[in-house]
């Protein structure tokens, strides 16, 4: 079992910034891939940042050069840098893990509003 817990998120105006986070913690030796998916209203829930090996983090194509990932070398804690904010990016943010043996796990999610 993995648990996950976020902080950051809010109200935040366009143009703006903020930034997430997420600790992993449990079995975290397991841990094959860890990153970020959104889902807004009414929407389906999309990769936004996939740490895909120690060199390769994939980015949705929607928040390339706005968006980034960085680790905490001496533990399972992420950060999402969020920058050049939009209003499109108002939705409700999930950290996810996923073990080398297939099992996924989900963070509770943090609300973030970008306000036009």
């Known amino acids: 079992q993995v648990q996950l817990v976020e902080s950051g998120g809010g109200l935040v105006q366009a143009g703006g910034s903020t930034r997430l986070s997420c600790a992993a913690s449990?079995?975290?030796?397991?841990?094959?891939?860890m990153g970020w998916y959104r889902q807004a209203p009414g929407k389906q829930r999309d990769m936004v940042a996939l740490?895909?090996?120690?060199?390769?983090?994939d980015y949705g194509d929607s928040v390339k050069g706005r968006f980034t990932l960085s680790k905490d070398p001496d533990s399972k804690t992420i950060f999402l840098e969020m920058s050049s904010l939009k209003p499109e990016d108002t939705a409700v943010y999930y950290c996810?893990?996923?073990?080398?043996?297939?099992?996924?796990?989900w963070g509770q999610g943090t609300q973030v509003t970008v306000s036009s």
């Open positions: 740490v895909v090996n120690p060199t390769r983090t």
């Open positions: 996810y893990v996923q073990t080398y043996s297939s099992d996924v796990f």
């Open positions: 449990g079995s975290i030796f397991a841990i094959n891939l």
